[in-house]
């Protein structure tokens, strides 16, 4: 991880703002100690003592389920002071400016901010206005890098490899609005994975060239070509316009069905990074199969929390 390119002072803590901010090593070695967490979260009654006297505040300017609860949960088991700020009942709804509520939290003396905005680039903003740490918890259509190391962390424990270079991953779904799916390209591609984006072309970025990934617009023609296929969500609170105008032609072309789980080879495994939308991303026994992963990256969301945020606070050596 880097600091960010504009340090308010010298004192500013290390952030995780982008899978960009990664350098392979740093990606598996955050991994490395995430699994280490998974074997402590298998424990009964396990809390640890890395964060002790370190304090958190959880800042999502936008709605969330397992994202939010899971940095909670993981400050939490490492003995931090958790603090979650919502937008509902804080001075941003009497019309302070988050530039404002930024620094007075951080005169508090929080070490890490976990932020979440709809603005795509907002915590590179709100890094300018403290020297806590900041986390990015999903700005936008932008990054999620929690989200793409946690899905990583899934699929090395169940291909029991750390080697990804000879797998291909697909992505299919709302392609344009997915910060999910950016985070995902960023670290798979840098670990060598082929990856296809299947959607719709109103679904997609219009310039894609430095994506690094092939793209169809027909799942049927490439979905066995797949050995990991990820489905992403209509976005519908980012789309203003009606680039879904027939959701039934959705489903019908892009909605993991039963006659597609059918068609794939035994190995392949399904993943989402919730919440999942059934009848459309998928069919109720497709997503109750135990091919799919969802349930093991909501667990692994807090092992790789958990190495963030030790890692980003500078916690105690485990
Ligand atoms: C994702 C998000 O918020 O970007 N969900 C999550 O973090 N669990 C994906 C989504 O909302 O579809």
New binding site residues.
């Given amino acids: 991880m880097s600091p960010a390119v504009h340090d308010p002072s010298p004192q500013a803590k290390q952030s995780l703002l982008s899978i960009r901010d990664l350098a392979r090593d740093e990606a598996n070695a955050l991994l490395h100690l995430a699994q280490r967490f998974v074997a402590e979260l298998d424990k009964p009654h396990t809390k640890l003592t890395t964060l002790r006297g370190k304090s958190t505040l959880n800042m999502f300017f936008?709605?969330?389920?397992?994202?939010r609860t899971s940095f909670e949960l993981a400050g939490k088991m490492l003995s931090a002071d958790v603090v979650n700020f919502t937008t509902s009942n804080s001075s941003v709804k009497k019309g302070e400016s988050i530039r404002d509520s930024i620094e007075t939290v951080t005169m508090m003396g929080f070490d890490a901010l976990i932020v979440?905005h709809q603005s795509s680039g907002m915590p590179w903003q709100i890094k300018n206005w403290t020297n806590a740490a900041v986390v990015n918890?999903?700005d936008g259509a932008h990054q999620?890098p929690t989200?793409a190391l946690l899905d990583m962390l899934t699929l090395r424990q169940h291909l029991a490899t750390s080697d990804f270079s000879g797998m291909h991953l697909g992505i299919i779904g709302?392609i344009l609005h997915?910060?999910?799916t950016r985070s995902l390209v960023d670290l798979f591609t840098m670990f060598g994975t082929n990856v296809t984006v299947v959607a719709p072309p109103t679904l997609l970025p219009r310039d894609m060239s430095h994506w690094h990934v092939a793209v169809a617009h027909h799942l049927d023609e490439v979905l066995q070509n797949f050995d990991v296929i990820y489905t992403?969500?209509p976005?519908q609170e980012r789309v203003h316009e009606a680039l879904l105008p027939y959701m039934d032609e959705y489903i019908t072309r892009y909605s993991l069905n039963t006659a597609r789980l059918e068609r794939l080879d035994p190995h392949v495994v399904i993943m989402?990074?919730?919440?999942l939308i059934r009848g459309v991303q998928m069919a109720d026994n497709v997503a109750d199969n135990p091919r799919n992963l969802m349930n093991k990256q909501v667990r692994n969301?807090v092992a790789v929390r958990m190495a963030v945020l030790n890692t980003v606070c500078q916690g105690e050596d485990f």
């Avoid at 989402?272 to 919440?275: N, Q």
């Fill in positions: 936008e709605n969330s389920t397992r994202t979440r918890a999903g999620h989200q709302d997915s910060r999910v992403i969500r976005q989402d990074a919730g919440p969301g």
